[in-house]
C-alpha cells in the first residue's frame, strides 16, 4: 500500500513537472491573475474560489485532458530507484539489440554520405532558399535526381535483426513452454492469449454495436449510427479527452473523426503551434540536410505510387521535413529504447561539448516511413494542425514499430503475439506454412511495421487506427494480422511456396476490418 502511494506521488510530481514547462501552465497562470479582478474572488476563500473559477470557465477541464495525455504516454511503473535507461527499456539484453541496431543505421548513412560526398547538413545558397519558398506548396512537382539515394534500411532487414534476437538467459533453453513456440521470434516475452484479447477488446463483441460492421443482429446499422454521431457531438461538446478514447473504441463517424483524434491526442490549434510550425518551416528553408533526401525517395517510392494517397505528395514533404528539423520530438526517447543518433563537428570527433543530434529530431527514416503521415492527410487539411496531430501520434505509438523493446505495444511483442495466435489457434496452416518455408511474420511483418498504411483501403484503415487511439495499444496490429491469416487460410493451405503465399495476401485493399477481427476474437476461436 505504502508503494502504490509511493509510486503515485513520483507519478503526480512527474506529470506537474513536465506541465510547469509547458504553455498550458503559463496559461492557467496567467488566468488565476487575471481572476482576482473579479468580485466572486474573495481573500477568505481564495483557493477554493479560483478552482471554481477554473471550473466554471473551462480550464479545469483543459488541465484534465492534459494530465490525461501525460499518462497515455507515461513509462509504465518502475522502481524509483531504477536508473534512467530502466524506464527506457528494462531487459540488457534488449537494450544491447537496439543499440547495435542504432550502430548498423548510422554507418549505412555514413557510407552514404562518403559515397556520394554529400555532407549531413549545409546551409542554402540564399538562391536556393528563396527557390524552395517559392515552391513550397508545390515540392511534389519537383524531380530531384535521387537515383545514388537508397533507403537506409527497409522493414525486411528490420525483421532479421528482430528473427536473431535471444535471452541469453534462455541459450540453453531451459523453457518447455517455450521450445514449443515454432515462430520466427525466439524471445520469452509474456502476450495476451485469446481470452485476455477478449476481455481486453471488450467493446469490440458481438452484443456491441461499431461503426464499420454492415449487419447486426442486435440494432439496425443506421440506427446505432444515428445514436453513435448523436453521443460522439455530445462528447465534443463536452471536450473530454478521456470520454472521447472511450467513445471511439466503437469507431469514429467520419465527419466527427479529425476532432476526436485531436481531442484524445490533447492537440489545439493554438496561435504558438502554428509560430512554431513556421519556425520548423524556416529551419527546412534555411538549411540541407542529407536525411531530406532520404525523405524525398520515400515519398517517391511509397505514397507518390499508392493510389490513395499520391494526391498527398505536397503534404508528405512539408510534415516530414519540418518533423526531421523538431527538437522536441527528442522527448520520447525518455522512454523510447532507442537513442538518438550524435553527430560532431568536423574535427572534433568524441568530444561530447562538439556533439549534436542528427537529425534534430533523432530519428532516421527509413522506406515506407510516409505512410505513417498519409492517412492524416484524409482528416487535416491545414499543415500546422496536420502537423502537430502526425507528431503525437508517432510520439506516442508509431516509434514502437521500428525500436526493439519489451513493451506489449511493441514491434518484437506485436510478433510474437500474431504468431502465438496463429500456432495456438490455426496450428494447421502455421504448421503448413511453415513446412514450404513460407514463416507467416514474413508475410504479415511489413503490415504492422507500417500500422497496415498502404494495405488496408483507407476508410478501414482509419476504423482500424480508431481502436488503436480507443485502446491506447497497437496490440491490435497483430490480432488484425493474424485474422487476415484465418480470413484466407483455406486458399493458404492450397500454395506449396513463400511466393504462392504472398500471392494470395498481396492484396488486402477489399478487406473489411471490424468484421474480421470479430469474427476472429468472439466467433471462430475457442
Given at each position: 500500500m505504502l508503494q502504490e502511494e509511493s509510486d503515485l506521488s513520483l507519478v503526480i510530481a512527474q506529470i506537474v513537472q513536465k506541465l510547469k514547462g509547458s504553455n498550458l501552465y503559463a496559461q492557467l497562470e496567467r488566468q488565476a491573475w487575471a481572476s482576482l479582478q473579479r468580485p466572486e474572488i474573495k481573500l477568505e476563500s481564495l483557493k477554493e474560489d479560483i478552482k471554481e473559477f477554473f471550473k466554471i470557465s473551462g480550464w479545469e477541464k483543459k488541465l484534465q485532458n492534459a494530465v490525461y495525455s501525460e499518462l497515455s504516454v507515461f513509462p509504465l511503473p518502475s522502481h524509483p530507484a531504477a536508473p534512467p535507461e530502466h524506464l527506457k527499456e528494462p531487459l540488457v539484453y534488449m537494450r544491447k539489440a537496439q543499440g547495435s541496431w542504432e550502430k548498423r543505421i548510422l554507418k549505412s548513412l555514413n557510407s552514404m554520405c562518403t559515397e556520394l560526398s554529400i555532407p549531413l547538413a549545409r546551409k542554402r545558397p540564399v538562391g536556393e532558399q528563396k527557390e524552395l519558398l517559392n515552391k513550397w506548396n508545390e515540392m511534389g512537382t519537383d524531380e530531384p535526381d535521387l537515383s545514388l539515394f537508397r533507403p537506409v534500411y527497409a522493414p525486411k532487414d528490420f525483421l532479421e535483426v528482430l528473427i536473431n534476437l535471444?535471452?541469453?538467459?534462455?541459450?540453453?533453453?531451459?523453457?518447455?513452454?517455450?521450445?514449443?513456440?515454432?515462430g520466427l521470434i525466439q524471445v520469452p516475452l509474456k502476450v495476451k492469449d485469446i481470452p485476455e484479447l477478449k476481455e481486453f477488446f471488450v467493446e469490440l463483441g458481438l452484443t456491441t454495436g461499431q461503426l464499420g460492421i454492415d449487419d447486426s443482429n442486435q440494432v439496425p446499422p443506421e440506427l446505432f449510427e444515428n445514436e453513435h454521431v448523436r453521443i460522439g457531438q455530445k462528447v465534443l461538446a463536452?471536450?473530454?479527452?478521456?470520454?472521447?478514447?472511450?467513445?471511439?473504441?466503437?469507431?469514429?463517424?467520419?465527419?466527427?473523426?479529425?476532432?476526436?483524434?485531436?481531442?484524445?491526442?490533447?492537440?489545439?490549434?493554438?496561435?504558438?503551434?502554428?509560430?512554431?510550425?513556421?519556425?520548423l518551416k524556416t529551419n527546412v528553408i534555411q538549411h540541407d540536410l542529407l536525411v531530406d533526401s532520404l525523405i524525398y525517395k520515400d515519398v517517391k517510392l511509397t505514397a507518390s505510387n499508392d493510389d490513395?494517397?499520391?494526391?498527398?505528395?505536397?503534404?508528405?514533404?512539408?510534415?516530414?521535413?519540418?518533423?526531421?528539423?523538431?527538437?522536441?520530438?527528442?522527448?520520447?526517447?525518455?522512454?523510447?529504447?532507442?537513442?538518438?543518433?550524435?553527430?560532431?563537428?568536423?574535427?572534433?570527433?568524441?568530444?561530447?561539448?562538439?556533439?549534436?543530434?542528427y537529425p534534430p529530431n533523432g530519428v532516421i527514416p527509413f522506406h515506407g516511413?510516409?505512410?505513417?503521415?498519409?492517412?492524416?492527410?484524409?482528416?487535416?487539411?491545414?499543415?500546422?494542425?496536420?502537423?502537430?496531430?502526425?507528431?503525437?501520434?508517432?510520439?506516442?505509438?508509431?516509434?514502437?514499430?521500428?525500436?526493439?523493446?519489451?513493451?506489449?505495444?511493441?514491434?518484437?511483442?506485436?510478433?510474437?503475439?500474431?504468431?502465438?495466435?496463429?500456432?495456438?489457434?490455426?496450428?494447421?496452416?502455421?504448421?503448413?506454412?511453415r513446412e514450404i518455408g513460407a514463416q507467416p511474420l514474413r508475410i504479415s511483418f511489413k503490415w504492422m511495421v507500417r500500422a497496415f498504411s498502404g494495405y488496408l483501403a483507407t476508410d478501414q484503415l482509419l476504423l482500424l487506427w480508431d481502436r488503436i487511439l480507443g485502446y491506447n495499444s497497437l496490440e491490435i496490429l497483430a490480432v488484425l494480422a493474424a485474422a487476415v491469416f484465418a480470413f484466407r487460410a483455406v486458399n493458404l493451405m492450397e500454395v506449396t511456396s513463400l511466393a504462392a503465399a504472398e500471392a494470395v495476401l498481396a492484396d488486402l485493399s477489399t478487406l473489411k476490418v471490424m468484421p474480421l477481427l470479430q469474427i476472429f476474437l468472439f466467433a471462430t476461436v475457442t
Open positions: 535471444r535471452n541469453p538467459n534462455y541459450e540453453n533453453g531451459d523453457s518447455l513452454s517455450f521450445r514449443t513456440h515454432l463536452e471536450q473530454d479527452s478521456a470520454a472521447a478514447q472511450q467513445y471511439i473504441r466503437q469507431g469514429s463517424p467520419t465527419a466527427l473523426r479529425a476532432e476526436l483524434w485531436a481531442l484524445i491526442l490533447n492537440i489545439s490549434s493554438q496561435p504558438e503551434d502554428i509560430l512554431y510550425y513556421e519556425q490513395y494517397y499520391f494526391v498527398f505528395e505536397d503534404y508528405l514533404y512539408q510534415v516530414l521535413l519540418c518533423f526531421s528539423r523538431d527538437t522536441s520530438v527528442l522527448g520520447h526517447f525518455a522512454y523510447n529504447s532507442a537513442s538518438p543518433p550524435k553527430s560532431y563537428i568536423r574535427g572534433k570527433l568524441g568530444l561530447e561539448e562538439y556533439a549534436v543530434f516511413f510516409s505512410m505513417y503521415v498519409a492517412p492524416l492527410c484524409f482528416l487535416y487539411h491545414e499543415p500546422s494542425k496536420l502537423y502537430q496531430i502526425f507528431r503525437e501520434m508517432y510520439v506516442r505509438f508509431f516509434f514502437r514499430l521500428h525500436s526493439i523493446s519489451s513493451h506489449p505495444s511493441g514491434i518484437v511483442s506485436l510478433c510474437l503475439l500474431f504468431e502465438t495466435l496463429l500456432q495456438t489457434y490455426l496450428p494447421q496452416l502455421f504448421y503448413h506454412l
